[in-house]
């Protein structure tokens, strides 16, 4: 007779633990949801979650398939100096990953976000957490022209990846990564600290 209660560490764990998180994350967004509820709806102890993930970000990150952690990207950048050229570069850097790239990862991404306003809602709260919403934006501003700041800074990334990925647009597609973040570089650099009501 099978036994019941928490189900012990094996090979099936992993994979039970990763199709809770797309419920949980799904019904609740990504700020709602804890380990403690992804466990629960796994029916394993929570520190067997801990096990296979360090926190609820590396979770999300390997549910979601994405390349590397936002917050990874949002510091390399930090470290070199912030300009829109280097954001852009190391932007698309991480879709273009290892073999294959071009960018199956983003695509997939960009699928489940259209296909499903709880994904998106879920990725939005996920970015945040990870990136934060201090960046180098204008220190003294209101917040709501920081808001409209970040909001230009994202639809100039999404935007290029869009047009780079899933609709192949040249020269823009074919261009390298140095070439792309040239080009669109200056619009995010005004976008961060240029006039934007002008």
Do not use: N
């Not at 950048?77 to 199956?104: H, K, N």
């Amino acid at each position: 007779m099978a036994g019941r209660g928490r189900r012990p560490g094996h090979a099936d764990t992993r994979a039970a633990i990763l199709a809770s998180a797309r419920a949980v994350f799904y019904e609740q967004g990504y700020a709602g949801a804890s380990l403690r509820a992804i466990a629960r709806r796994a029916a394993v102890d929570p520190a067997l979650v801990h096990h296979y993930f360090a926190d609820k970000s590396a979770l999300y990150i390997e549910m979601m398939d994405l390349p590397i952690d936002p917050k990874a990207v949002k510091d390399e950048v930090g470290a070199g100096g912030f300009t829109g050229e280097r954001l852009i570069d190391r932007f698309l850097a991480q879709w273009e990953r290892g073999p294959g790239a071009g960018s199956p990862a983003f695509l997939s991404l960009a699928q489940a976000m259209a296909a499903s306003p709880q994904i998106a809602d879920g990725m939005r709260e996920f970015i945040i957490e990870r990136v934060g919403l201090e960046g180098p934006f204008g220190g003294d501003e209101d917040e709501e022209t920081r808001m409209k700041r970040r909001a230009l800074v994202g639809s100039q990334l999404l935007g290029i990846a869009w047009a780079r990925y899933v609709m192949r647009m040249e020269p823009i597609a074919s261009a390298s990564r140095a070439q792309v973040a040239r080009w669109a570089g200056p619009t995010i650099d005004r976008y961060v600290s240029g006039g934007i009501d002008d």
